[in-house]
C-alpha cells in the first residue's frame, strides 16, 4: 500500500518538473590516468552556482534551463576540470580529471575548493578517499581504513588498537559495514588489531552517523560504505608493500582497453612463518584475504562489475608434550554481481546480487576432551536501485531490495572419552527481509536544501523451527510449537522516515537538521566485553523484537579561507529500544535445549553528544582536529538490578589531532594525537570468604574509569625521485612509530593476587595492563 | 638487521613491561554478612558466619580469624522443631574451612525435610531456607591409567541419571591424607547434559585452595596416588542450591578476568550474603590401584 503512494508520488513529482525548457548534462567522470571511475566527484555551475556529485559508479546527470554556463568538476586530489557550455540541448560528457602531480610551490587554485561541507543537506558524514589514509601514522606497519574513521568525532573504540567501533553511542552491531554492498558481519582480523579491509584494494569510503539516506537500511546506528577499486582500465599495474608482519601484492589492469579491467589484491601475514624456526610450540596464527574485482562495459548504458572477498583467520596450535591442539577459524566471504543501466540521461539503475558469509569454527582435543563450536550468518541478496536526477541538481533515488538470512547462531558439542555430553541439536534460523525506498534531495529555494526519504521494511521469520516455550522459574521447556519449512513464525513491519535540513546563513556557512527513525531486524550478542569472533548473530523473533533507533541531529557549518577550512558542530540525541543483551542471571546450561533468546533481556538505551570537527583538506598542511563530549547508557531489567547503567563505550572526551605536512616533494610528515576519558569497568567493592576462597563482591555494572588514554603517533614517508625517467616505479618507505611517548595507556586493569591463603599470606594489588608501547614499524610500497 | 630478528626486537619491547601495579581509589564497602551453611542427610548442620572486608586488606591469620562472626544467635528448624546452634571450634584443630561455625547434636539432616535457618547478628536478621532432595547412588567407580605414569591415576564414576532434576557436586577424600571432603573443581553439574541417562565422569581431584602455591607444587594435581583410599561423596541438590555453587565457582575460577562482565553470584540467603543449602549424599570408598 505504502509502496504504490510512493510510486504515484514519484510520478506526480516528476511530471511537474519536466513542464519546463530544460537541457541535461550527463556522463561518467573517470580519473584520466587508470580510466576507473571517481565517486564523490562535484560536479556544478558556477553562476548561479548549482550541482550534483557522482554516484558510486561515477556517473553524474544535470538537468539545467536552456543558457550559457561554466561548468566545472572538481575532486580531491585531481585538477578541476573547467568548460563553457552552451545548453541549448543535451549533452553526454564523460569527463576525465587529471591526478594533481604535486609541487611543493605550487600556488593552490582556490578555486578548486568545494563547499559540500556547507552547501550540502547531509551532516554526520565522513568521506575519505583511501589516499589520504595512507599518509596517517599506522601500527604494524598495516594501514587501515577502519583506524583511519575511528579517528574523527563520534567514532570511538574501546580496545587499543581495536578495528571495532563505536558510533554515537550505537553498539557494534549497529554498524552497516558494506564492502561493495555486500554486508561484513565481522570486520576484525586478529582480535581486531587489523580490519578486514585491505587499503589497496580499496578506492573510497563514506561513513554516516546521522541522517542515513532511506537507501540504506537494517542498523540504527551508522553506515560504512565501502567501494573498491575497479581496476585500472588503460594499464598494467603491480603494486604492494613489505612490512613487518604482512605483506601485500596487488595486480590491475586492462582485460580490454577502456571497456572492462580487473584487480586482484592480497595479503597475508607472516609471523608464523618467521617465527616457526625459534619455536618449540609454533606459533600457529596467520590471516590472510584477498579482493578481487571485474568490470566489463558492455555499452555506453551498460556495465557489469563482478566483486568478491574472502578472508580467514587461522590459529592452530598442536601442543605434543600435552597431547593438546586446537584449531580455530574465522572469516568471511562475500560476492557481488552488479549490473549498471541506464536508462536515459536522467535514469540511472542498478541491480546487485549479493553473497556474504561469516564463519567461525572452534575446535579443541585434550587427551579425552573433544570441543567443537561453531557459529555462522549467511545471506543472499537482491536488489535493484535506481537514481532519477531532476532539474536544477535535484534527485530522486529510489529501490527495493530482499535478503535471505540464514543463521547457525550456536552449534556445540562436548566429549568426553567419546561419551558425548548432550549441548542440543545443531540449529539453523530462517529469515527474509524485503524493503523499498524513496529518496529525494534539492533545493527548495536559495537558502534552504532537504534531503528526504522513507523506507518501508518488512521482516519475516521462517521456519523450521521449534519455539520452547520456557518457564523463567523453573528454567525448564513446559511446551513447543513446531514450525515446518518456510512456514512464518512472526513478521514485523518498520517506517523509516528520514529527514535533513539544510538552512544556509550565508555562503560560507549553514546550519543542518536531521531527524530519521532506524531500524534494524538482525543483532549481535555477545556475553563478554570483548568483541571476538564467537559473537553471535540473531534473527529477530517472536520474543526479540527489531531494534529501533531514533536521532536528533542538529549542526552548524561553516567553512573559512575561501572553503580551505571546514568546520563543523554537531549536536545529536538518540533514542535506542528494543536493545538485547543476555540476562546477568544466565548461566550456560540454560542456553542450551530451548531457544537462546529465552536468555534474553530487553531494554532500551540513549546517548546524546556533541562533536566538534575542524579540517583542512587542501595544501602543503592538512588534517583535523576532531572532539567530542558524549554520554551513553542502557537499562535492562536483568541487569544491574533494572537501574541504568554507562555503556561499556561510554566515553565523555574524545580528541583526534591529525595532521600531515608535506616538506618537499619527497618527504611528508604525520602526526596524530589522541585523548580519551578512560573506559568504563565494572570492579571489585569488597571480599568474602566461601569455602576457603576468596569471593569477590562487585560494584555497579561500568560503575568505575580506568585512566584516560593518550597516545600520539608519527609517521615520515620517503617518496625517492628517481632521476632517470625510464624507471617506472613509483614507491615509497613509510617509518611509523606508534606510541611515540610510550605512553602505558590502561588495556585493562587485573587484581593481581600474591602469597598463599593456607599460610594466610595474601595481597591483592591492582594492575594495569598496557598492550602496545613505543612501536616502530617500517614498510616499504612500490607500484609500477 | 635481518628481518626476523627485527621482529624479535619489537615482540621483546611489546612484551615487556606492558603491565604495572596502579592505585585504585575504592571506597569502603558497605558492612554484610556471609552466611555459609548446609545440612547433609545423616549430619549435623554447619553453619559458618563471616563479614566481608575491603577488596585490598592484606591477608594475614589475624585478619581470617576476625572475619568469623562469634557472638551470632543462629537458629535451624526442620518444619517441626527449631534448635539453637552452638559455636564450634572442632575445625581449628585440623585447620579446615570454616575455622569456626555454629552446630547443633539436636538435629541431623532428613531426606525430603525443608530445612531454615535465622542468624540473628545484632540488628541484623538473615534467613534461608531448602529442601533435602533424593539421593543419587553411584553404580560404580574405578581407575585408568594415565599415560607414562605409574604412580598416579584418573577417577571415574558412573551412573544413571533419574528422571526428575538434578543438581550435584561431588567431593573426594584421601583417608588420612585430607582433612575434609574437598569439592571436584568444575563440577557443579546440572543434569540437563545427560537427564535419564546414563553417565560417566572423570572425577578431577579437586584442590584445597586456588590460592596456595602448594595446589600447584603438588605432582597429584588432579590425580590420585596408587594405594590410597579415596572415599567419594555424591551430592544431589535443589535448583537454588546449585545456582549459587555453580556461580560463586564460576566467580571464584574465572571471575576477575577483566574480558567478561563479572557473574552475578545466587545467594540463596536474604539478608546477607551466602547459601544456605541441602546436600542429599552417597558415599562410595575406592582403593586407588
Known amino acids: ?784 | 638487521m635481518r628481518i626476523d630478528k627485527l621482529f624479535f626486537l619489537i615482540l621483546f619491547i611489546t612484551l615487556s613491561s606492558c603491565s604495572k601495579e596502579i592505585e585504585l581509589d575504592l571506597p569502603e564497602p558497605d558492612k554484610k554478612y556471609v552466611i555459609e551453611g548446609y545440612i547433609e542427610n545423616d549430619h549435623y548442620p554447619v553453619i559458618a558466619v563471616t563479614r566481608n572486608s575491603s577488596y585490598f586488606a592484606p591477608i594475614d591469620s589475624t585478619y581470617v580469624m576476625n572475619l568469623f562472626v562469634l557472638d551470632a544467635k543462629v537458629y535451624i528448624s526442620n518444619g517441626e522443631n527449631e534448635v539453637e546452634c552452638f559455636l564450634s571450634t572442632n575445625n581449628l584443630i585440623n585447620g579446615a574451612w570454616p575455622y569456626l561455625y555454629y552446630t547443633t547434636n539436636q538435629m541431623v539432616g532428613e531426606l525430603d525435610k525443608i530445612y531454615s535457618i535465622k542468624v540473628i547478628i545484632g540488628s541484623d536478621t538473615i534467613t534461608g531456607s531448602d529442601t533435602m532432595p533424593s539421593q543419587v547412588f553411584l553404580d560404580s567407580l574405578w581407575c585408568e591409567p594415565i599415560k607414562d605414569n605409574d604412580t598416579l591415576k584418573d577417577l571415574w564414576i558412573s551412573y544413571i541419571d533419574p528422571p526428575e532434576k538434578n543438581f550435584y557436586r561431588f567431593f573426594t577424600k584421601r583417608q588420612s591424607r585430607d582433612n575434609y571432603f574437598v569439592p571436584s573443581a568444575l563440577f557443579v553439574l546440572d543434569d540437563i547434559y545427560f537427564n535419564n541417562q546414563f553417565f560417566k565422569v572423570n572425577l578431577i581431584r579437586g584442590i584445597e585452595n586456588i590460592y596456595s602455591d602448594s595446589t600447584y607444587q603438588d605432582p597429584e594435581l588432579g590425580k590420585y596416588k596408587v594405594g590410597d583410599t579415596v572415599i567419594v561423596k555424591t551430592a544431589n541438590m535443589t535448583r537454588q542450591h546449585y545456582n549459587f555453587w555453580r556461580t560463586a565457582e564460576q566467580e571464584i575460577y574465572i571471575g576477575s578476568s577483566p574480558f567478561i562482565n563479572p557473574v552475578r553470584i545466587r545467594h540463596t540467603v536474604k539478608g546477607g550474603l551466602g547459601v544456605f543449602g541441602c546436600y542429599a549424599s552417597t558415599y562410595d570408598t575406592i582403593v586407588i590401584n
Open chain 1, 1 to 784: 500500500m505504502h509502496l504504490k503512494f510512493l510510486f504515484i508520488f514519484s510520478l506526480l513529482l516528476i511530471s511537474a518538473w519536466l513542464t519546463a525548457q530544460n537541457y541535461t548534462i550527463s556522463g561518467y567522470v573517470k580519473d584520466a590516468n587508470s580510466g576507473e571511475q571517481i565517486i564523490g566527484a562535484y560536479v556544478y555551475i558556477t553562476d548561479p552556482l548549482k550541482g550534483t556529485t557522482t554516484n558510486h559508479y561515477g556517473f553524474y546527470s544535470l538537468t539545467l534551463p536552456k543558457g550559457s554556463y561554466t561548468f566545472e568538476v572538481s575532486a580531491v586530489g585531481f585538477e578541476k576540470w573547467t568548460q563553457q557550455i552552451i545548453l541549448d540541448k543535451n549533452y553526454e560528457i564523460n569527463i576525465e580529471l587529471k591526478e594533481k602531480t604535486y609541487l611543493i610551490d605550487q600556488v593552490v587554485v582556490t578555486a578548486e575548493r568545494s563547499d559540500a561541507n556547507v552547501y550540502d543537506a547531509q551532516m554526520g558524514v565522513v568521506k575519505m578517499p583511501v589516499e589520504r589514509i595512507k599518509t596517517i601514522p599506522v601500527l604494524f606497519g598495516e594501514v587501515d581504513v577502519i583506524k583511519a574513521i575511528e579517528l574523527t568525532p563520534g567514532v570511538l573504540t574501546v580496545g587499543e588498537g581495536s578495528s571495532t567501533y563505536y558510533v554515537r553511542g550505537g553498539g557494534p552491531d549497529q554498524n552497516l559495514i558494506l564492502l561493495d554492498e555486500a554486508p561484513v558481519y565481522n570486520a576484525n582480523h586478529l582480535m581486531g588489531f587489523f580490519s578486514t579491509f585491505n587499503s589497496d584494494a580499496i578506492q573510497n569510503l563514506e561513513l554516516y552517523k546521522s541522517g542515513i539516506p532511506a537507501n540504506y537500511g537494517g542498523r540504527i546506528s551508522s553506515v560504512l560504505d565501502i567501494s573498491m577499486k575497479e581496476g585500472n582500465m588503460r594499464k598494467y599495474q603491480l603494486e604492494g608493500g613489505i612490512g613487518l608482519i604482512s605483506s601485500r601484492i596487488a595486480v590491475q589492469g586492462p582485460i580490454k582497453k577502456d571497456t572492462a579491467s580487473f584487480i586482484i589484491s592480497a595479503r597475508r601475514t607472516y609471523a608464523d612463518i618467521v617465527m616457526k624456526p625459534f619455536m618449540k610450540t609454533p606459533l600457529g596464527y596467520y590471516f590472510y584475504d584477498i579482493n578481487a574485482k571485474a568490470n566489463y562495459i558492455i555499452s555506453p548504458k551498460d556495465r557489469i562489475f563482478i566483486s568478491g572477498y574472502f578472508g580467514r583467520d587461522v590459529f592452530d596450535v598442536k601442543v605434543a608434550d600435552d597431547n593438546f591442539s586446537t584449531n580455530i577459524d574465522w572469516g568471511n566471504a562475500t560476492l557481488t554481481a552488479r549490473w549498471n543501466h541506464l536508462f536515459s540521461q536522467k535514469l540511472f539503475s542498478n541491480t546487485t546480487f549479493i553473497y556474504s558469509d561469516y564463519n567461525f569454527n572452534f575446535g579443541a582435543i585434550q587427551e579425552l576432551y573433544n570441543v567443537q563450536l561453531n557459529t555462522s550468518i549467511r545471506d543472499f541478496q537482491l536488489k535493484s536501485d535506481f537514481a532519477y536526477f531532476l532539474k536544477d541538481g535535484w534527485n530522486m533515488k529510489f529501490g527495493v531490495e530482499g535478503i535471505h538470512h540464514t543463521f547457525k547462531p550456536y552449534t556445540a558439542s562436548f566429549t568426553m572419552e567419546n561419551s558425548p555430553f548432550n549441548l542440543g541439536n545443531p540449529t539453523k534460523l530462517y529469515a527474509w527481509e524485503a524493503a523499498g525506498y524513496f529518496h529525494t534531495e534539492g533545493d527548495i529555494n536559495k537558502w534552504i536544501r532537504i534531503s528526504a526519504g522513507v523506507r518501508l521494511g518488512y521482516y519475516q521469520q521462517i521456519g523450521p523451527f521449534t519455539r520452547y516455550l520456557f518457564d523463567p522459574i523453573t528454567l525448564t521447556n513446559t511446551d513447543s510449537i513446531v514450525y515446518g519449512k518456510f512456514k512464518k513464525i512472526v513478521d514485523y513491519y518498520q517506517l523509516e522516515p528520514r529527514l535533513l535540513v539544510r538552512f544556509k546563513v550565508d555562503s560560507t556557512s549553514s546550519i543542518k537538521l536531521s531527524a530519521t527513525r532506524n531500524t534494524q531486524f538482525i543483532h549481535m550478542v555477545s556475553p563478554v566485553n570483548v568483541t571476538l569472533p564467537t559473537d553471535l548473530w540473531i534473527p529477530s523473533t517472536d520474543s526479540v523484537k527489531p531494534q529501533i533507533g531514533y536521532q536528533l541531529s542538529l549542526g552548524y557549518f561553516r567553512n573559512f579561507l575561501d572553503n580551505s577550512l571546514e568546520l563543523s558542530i554537531e549536536g545529536y540525541y538518540k533514542w535506542l529500544f528494543n536493545q538485547i543483551d543476555y540476562k546477568e542471571e544466565s548461566l550456560y546450561e540454560n542456553y542450551i535445549l530451548t531457544n537462546l533468546d529465552n536468555n534474553f533481556t530487553y531494554g532500551k538505551g540513549r546517548a546524546y553528544g556533541i562533536e566538534l570537527f575542524l579540517q583542512k583538506k587542501y595544501g602543503t598542511f592538512t588534517g583535523w582536529i576532531g572532539y567530542s563530549y558524549g554520554k551513553t547508557e542502557r537499562e535492562f531489567p536483568k541487569i544491574n538490578d533494572g537501574k541504568p547503567f554507562p555503556a561499556k563505550y561510554d566515553r565523555t572526551h574524545d580528541i583526534s589531532i591529525v595532521l600531515t605536512y608535506r616538506i618537499s616533494n619527497a618527504f611528508s610528515l604525520s602526526g596524530v594525537w589522541v585523548f580519551a576519558t578512560g573506559n568504563t569497568a565494572t570492579v571489585p567493592v569488597s571480599r568474602y570468604f566461601i569455602e576457603g576462597n576468596i569471593v569477590t563482591e562487585y560494584s555497579d555494572r561500568n560503575a568505575f574509569r580506568l585512566p584516560s588514554y593518550h597516545r600520539a603517533d608519527l609517521s615520515l614517508t620517503w617518496y625517492p625521485q628517481h632521476k632517470k625517467k625510464s624507471r617506472k616505479i613509483e614507491e615509497s618507505w613509510n617509518l611509523s612509530i606508534y606510541n611515540v611517548y610510550n605512553r602505558k595507556n590502561p588495556y585493562v586493569i587485573y587484581f593481581d593476587i600474591n602469597g598463599d591463603m593456607t599460610q594466610n599470606n595474601m595481597t591483592i594489588t591492582a594492575k594495569q595492563l598496557s598492550l602496545f608501547p613505543i612501536l616502530p614499524s617500517i614498510t616499504w610500497n612500490f607500484k609500477f
